[in-house]
């Protein structure tokens, strides 16, 4: 059975910084691409990053500058560095990833629980 497990989250004062971690388990035999979501309370989910198996990467306007995206794909895990951190960055925030499955083929579609990101002095 396949998972994805998210970690990294907290609480942290405007400016500073965390790193998210995403590991996928299971039977994996590829990681296409790995994407980051967020979203707020009474908010739609939002894509935050995007990276490939290539380390092609594409970020949402409000993220460019301050987040970087990358993977480890002998680890099939992704991270998430985020600096500068503000307010308006508090979500909860999803891995998502394309995964390619012994028994079930190339990119199957996975997604994690989510973690807590609060920006808050």
């Known amino acids: 059975q396949v998972q994805l497990v998210e970690s990294g989250g907290g609480l942290v004062q405007p400016g500073g910084s965390l790193r998210l971690s995403c590991t996928a388990s299971?039977?994996?035999?590829?990681?296409?691409?790995m994407r980051w979501y967020r979203q707020a309370p009474g908010n739609e989910r939002e894509l935050v990053a995007v990276?490939?198996?290539?380390?092609?990467?594409i970020y949402g306007d409000s993220v460019k500058g301050r987040f970087t995206i990358s993977s480890d794909n002998a680890k099939n895990t992704g991270y998430l560095q985020m600096n500068s951190l503000k307010p308006e960055d508090t979500a909860v925030y999803y891995c998502?990833?394309?995964?390619?499955?012994?028994?079930?083929?190339?990119?199957?579609?996975?997604w994690g629980q989510g973690t807590q990101v609060t920006v808050s002095l």
């Open positions: 990276i490939s198996r290539g380390s092609s990467t």
């Open positions: 299971g039977p994996i035999f590829y990681m296409y691409a």
């Open positions: 998502n990833a394309d995964l390619g499955v012994t028994g079930l083929g190339r990119k199957n579609d996975y």
